[in-house]
């Protein structure tokens, strides 16, 4: 195979990023509960219990996915929040300089050699 095809396969599995069009489906979050029951189905007589505990985990890793979405548009947010004060702050204590940045120049390019 040349170059050309294994980019072209590749293309055609992954899209043009590289990655996996089935990005968004989470494996683990199947694997995970699959392998606590196939584990306990070894030690565990009954069943009540390996679904329980399947369950129980599938319960628990909702939870940290939950928080951790959670925690991760908070964190977005707080970013943001600091930087539009900044940007006021800047825009408040030297309005030359944020105007030439906003034509595209930066002071060093605005100064005469």
């Known amino acids: 195979m040349n170059h050309a095809a294994i980019a072209a396969r590749r293309g055609a599995l992954y899209g043009e ?21 196939a584990g306990l189905s070894g030690a565990v007589v009954s069943t009540g219990i390996i679904v329980t505990a399947g369950l129980a985990e599938i319960v628990a890793g909702s939870i940290a996915m939950g928080l951790g979405g959670y925690l991760a548009a908070k964190s977005e947010a707080e970013h943001y929040a600091s930087e539009h004060a900044r940007e ?3 825009v408040a204590e030297k309005p030359e300089v944020v105007a030439l940045r906003g034509l ?4 060093a390019r605005s100064k005469p050699p």
Do not use: F, K
């Open 17 to 37: 990023r590289g990655r996996s069009r089935h990005r968004d489906w989470d494996v683990r979050r199947v694997n995970r509960p699959v392998a606590l029951a």
């Open 88 to 90: 006021h702050r800047e």
């Open 104 to 107: 595209g120049l930066s002071v």
